[in-house]
């Protein structure tokens, strides 16, 4: 997995490629949530991520409680049939706020 952090105003872009599991995610969330203060939003870009497994999801869970500890929000884009399938079984797909690309997203 790889990834890649940019920053525009008060939204952290953050593109993820590859399958986000347990042996990169405890490395992306320290280093998203040390940029994170407060009002900071977070847009995930998952338009290649190809797999995510609990870890995954633990870190994007971290990531929203963080954003919502500090008034900022996050907003997952493009995610992929194959990831999507996880989101549906876990139910996680409730708790975000999920669009189908990155133009769509609006903070």
Excluded: Y
């Excluded at 890649?4 to 105003?9: D, R, S, V």
């Excluded at 919502?68 to 996680?92: E, H, N, R, W, Y």
Aim: charged share 20%; with cysteine.
């Amino acid at each position: 997995m790889t990834w890649e952090i940019t920053e525009e105003g008060n939204v952290l872009n953050v593109s993820i490629e590859g399958r986000f599991v347990a042996a990169m995610a405890p490395a992306l969330r320290d280093e998203l949530i040390g940029k994170m203060k407060e009002g900071t939003n977070v847009l995930f870009n998952l338009s290649k991520m190809v797999h995510i497994d609990s870890s995954g999801l633990g870190v994007l869970v971290q990531v929203l409680q963080k954003a919502k500890s500090c008034g900022g929000k996050v907003i997952l884009a493009a995610l992929q049939a194959g990831p999507k399938i996880v989101f549906d079984i876990t139910k996680i797909n409730r708790v975000f706020d999920i669009v189908p690309n990155v133009e769509d997203a609006k903070f």
